[in-house]
């Protein structure tokens, strides 16, 4: 069954550092989404990327966030200068057209200190 | 303000129970997404529907678009159902609304 793959699956940094999420979405989809989860709290949408460029983003994805797609098939998430309120877990979603079914990474649990 | 909301939050059944979440939403939509999320954090699809009714093993999603109403089933609970279900629906950018999630254990 295809997947979609994240890495690291866990990352723990300083507070400022900067990091980069990657997930590989599945060969054909075309929509590819940045979600997160604070622990105890609800997914919260950051970001929806479509035909190399972002479609829509959240009030959560400000200037410290950026996205892009390197290589035609890694799709990244970097938070330039990490913050503890960054702390949380990342979820990767991709799917292949709209109204879909969506297909969601294992996860990356960052940790910022 | 709250697009989806789910209840219960929380759910705690024997082993062999039917179960039942339940999630209301407020926007409008042309489908509904119930996720499964294991204690790990992962997220798995289970179904997405539009109309009707979706049947997989002992999972059972409805939904009706009027009322803005769906819920997800479980006929003879086992503890490995126990998890996180989540409703969730896509708005007309594509991207979801998440409900807060339903904690089900399901005891031995």
């Known amino acids: 069954e295809p997947e979609v793959t994240q890495t690291p699956s866990h990352q723990v940094t300083q507070m400022g550092q900067e990091v980069i999420l990657r997930c590989v979405p599945i060969?054909?989809?075309?929509?590819f989404y940045w979600y997160r989860q604070i622990l105890g709290q609800k997914v919260e949408f950051l970001v929806s990327f479509y035909n190399n460029e972002i479609s829509e983003k959240s009030e959560i994805f400000d200037d410290q966030f950026s996205v892009e797609r390197p290589d035609g098939s890694n799709f990244t998430l970097k938070i330039r200068s990490t913050k503890l309120e960054d702390s949380a877990m990342y979820f990767c979603a991709t799917m292949q057209g709209r109204q879909t079914e969506a297909f969601f990474g294992q996860g990356t649990r960052l940790t910022v200190v | 303000k709250n697009e989806v909301e789910q209840s219960p939050q929380n759910l705690t059944a024997q082993e062999g129970e039917f179960i039942t979440i339940n999630c209301s939403y407020s926007?409008?939509?042309?489908?509904l997404h119930w996720l499964q999320q294991h204690p790990g954090g992962g997220i798995v699809s289970l179904f997405m529907?539009?109309?009707g009714k979706k049947k997989h093993g002992r999972l059972i999603a409805t939904i009706n678009i009027q009322e803005k109403h769906s819920s997800l089933h479980i006929t003879a609970s086992h503890p490995r159902d126990s998890a996180v279900y989540i409703c969730a629906v896509p708005n007309t950018g594509n991207q979801f609304y998440f409900g807060t999630g339903t904690s089900l254990t399901v005891i031995p």
């Open positions: 529907l539009s109309s």
């Open positions: 060969s054909n989809h075309l929509y």
């Open positions: 926007v409008g939509i042309s489908a």
